[in-house]
């Protein structure tokens, strides 16, 4: 299954041009892979539910050691709390209820995942290539399997990075906000050479399945 977008930020360009690489390659190959299409099913709700099990205490000892140090927040260290900052500590029962929520995600995401017939999914490792410093802000295509728990490797492309290169004509409407401010990004930095890797995930409990998988591709 190829994943190209994950419905809530459309891959910088390189990365879309990598993963057709890829997919070329293996159709080219019909008696090895079946190529298909894949749909992560509610990426957006895992984005946001993995930052609550990120920081179950909302951010509170970053602070105090921050405070204890006479360090100030990095703006970037703000950004990955924001979603769960709490000025309280969540209780017990609370972080239980977001473990129940998450294992009743990764029964509809598996029921999901067979549904669509994939021993495994090829997707983006990040949204471009290495971000630029301090730019860091979505780590969506890797947050959605550690919230599902699913293994995946990382694989060496020869695509990299080229000047000037733009958004494809099909691609040019954002999917959200987020996937806004990634194509300013991309706009404001210079990726040129950036080298472009891809990720190849199986099923939870099907590592094997990956490296087997590995092996073939």
């Not at 509170?60 to 900052?85: C, F, N, V, Y």
């Not at 050479?193 to 099907?206: E, K, S």
Request: hydrophobic share 35%.
């Amino acid at each position: 299954g190829f994943m190209m977008n994950d419905g809530v930020i459309q891959p910088q360009p390189p990365v879309t041009r990598a993963l057709e690489w890829a997919r070329q390659l293996l159709l080219a190959q019909p008696h090895l892979f079946d190529v298909k299409p894949y749909h992560p099913y509610q990426a957006k709700a895992a984005y946001e539910r993995v930052q609550m099990c990120y920081r179950p205490d909302g951010g509170r000892k970053m602070k105090q050691i921050l405070r204890e140090s006479g360090e100030p927040m990095h703006p970037l260290s703000q950004w990955t709390i924001k979603d769960a900052e709490s000025a309280v500590e969540r209780t017990a029962s609370e972080v239980t209820g977001y473990r129940v929520a998450r294992d009743d995600f990764r029964s509809a995401f598996a029921k999901d995942w067979n549904s669509q017939d994939v021993d495994i999914v090829i997707a983006p490792v990040f949204v471009g290539p290495a971000s630029a410093h301090d730019t860091a802000f979505y780590w969506n295509y890797t947050c959605l399997w550690n919230y599902v728990d699913y293994p995946a490797a990382i694989i060496p492309t020869p695509i990299k990075a080229e000047k000037g290169e733009q958004y494809a004509k099909d691609n040019e409407t954002p999917l959200s906000e987020a996937c806004q401010h990634i194509r300013q990004l991309w706009n404001d930095t210079d990726f040129t050479g950036a080298p472009i890797t891809l990720q190849v995930v199986a099923r939870r409990y099907h590592d094997n399945e990956l490296f087997g998988s590995l092996a073939t591709l």
